[in-house]
């Protein structure tokens, strides 16, 4: 138990968890690559493809040549378009042309700080981010732990609180915040720290957004899973990782595509579907010898065949 989890936050989180061409049609072989993923879409988070320093219309137009079901932007490229002149009117219509959903977007806002100034300032900041989330079409946003995630011993309680912030901004915005953990975080770096502030916000939209990665480098254990609601999760963050450089070391860039690494993937997949989670597979990576090595089509293409094929493997 780390130092930063007290005994009275350990007791809580563990009752927590014992309770709970765009416009052209998709080709028929991208159909049959999502067909086995059924109950689950596979999206791309634009991070997979971030190297390759596309505009938003461009990311979009990858995403459905590569025959995803989703996308999942990150709001500061929402936000150079829309500085740059860009019409968030007309990205809708291609992503809706295109037969895409808009599952989630990544946002740095830092929302759970103490300082509260800065803290104001964050909620402002996701405030916006949400707007921009809406105007896509968009309905539920990442609420990651940035600005703490380098603060040990910071109280979960109090994040809760701060957590439910933001979901009551979401409730005027219309768009639903997921608690997001990182495993290299020194406040919420664990699953079961997650499930603590998720479940103490006390909000009926509270949800959790899990990574594989993230929970191998923090040492979760899928098992884990099991003790969690599923179904009020929308999305998931495939990718895979390497058994070198080890856990204590590996950080995002190692992480590759689904199938490739040693992450029990077909346990993973089918504990979520056992648990009730039908959402999006989202996948996640940061690897630059991919960027140097494809064009950001062909990787984005071979990270959806690679995720169809691992669900394929655990669903037959």
Same mark, same amino acid.
């Given at each position: 138990? @780390? ?11 563990? /009752? ?27 999206? +791309? ?11 938003? @219309?461009?990311?979009? &137009? ?11 932007? #990150?709001? =500061? ?7 740059? =002149? ?24 830092? #929302? ?7 803290? /104001? ?9 949400? =707007? ?16 703490? !995630?380098? /603060? ?9 609180? $701060? ?40 909000? @009926? ?17 899928? &098992?884990?899973?099991?003790? +969690? !609601? ?20 590996? !950080? ?20 979520? $579907? ?12 940061? !690897?630059?010898?991919? #960027? ?6 062909? /990787?984005? $293409? ?15």
């Amino acid at each position: 138990m @780390p130092k930063y989890f007290t005994r009275r936050q350990f007791v809580a989180a563990t /009752t927590v968890l014992t309770g709970g061409a765009l416009v052209a049609a998709k080709s028929a072989s991208a159909d049959a690559d999502n067909a086995p993923s059924k109950p689950f879409v596979i999206g +791309l988070n634009i991070g997979t493809i971030r190297g390759y320093k596309l505009s938003l @219309p461009d990311q979009i &137009e990858v995403t459905a040549k590569a025959g995803y079901g989703a996308i999942e932007p #990150w709001i =500061g490229d929402i936000s150079s378009f829309v500085d740059q =002149g860009g019409s968030l009117k007309d990205v809708r219509k291609r992503i809706d042309d295109a037969g895409l959903k808009v599952s989630s977007a990544i946002d740095f806002s830092q #929302w759970a700080v103490d300082d509260e100034t800065a803290r /104001t300032a964050g909620l402002e900041k996701m405030k916006q981010a949400m =707007g921009l989330v809406a105007e896509l079409g968009g309905t539920h946003i990442a609420a990651a732990p940035s600005g703490i !995630n380098r /603060t040990p011993g910071m109280d979960l309680f109090a994040i809760a609180e $701060r957590y439910r912030a933001v979901l009551e901004l979401g409730d005027e915005m219309g768009v639903v915040p997921q608690l997001e953990f990182w495993g290299s975080a020194q406040t919420l770096g664990r699953v079961g720290e997650a499930a603590l502030v998720a479940m103490h916000a006390g909000h @009926p939209k509270a949800c959790l957004l899990l990574d594989a990665y993230h929970m191998y480098k923090a040492n979760c254990p899928f &098992e884990g899973l099991r003790q +969690l !609601n599923g179904a009020q999760m929308v999305n998931f963050h495939i990718n895979d990782y390497p058994a070198d450089p080890p856990r204590e070391q590996i !950080n995002d860039s190692d992480r590759v595509f689904p199938g490739d690494g040693i992450c029990p993937l077909a346990e993973v997949l089918q504990l979520l $579907r056992q648990i009730g989670f039908r959402g999006v597979l989202s996948l996640e990576i940061f !690897n630059r010898s991919y #960027w140097e090595k494809y064009d950001a089509l062909t /990787t984005a $293409r071979l990270g959806r065949e690679k995720t169809a094929a691992v669900v394929q493997a655990a669903f037959g």
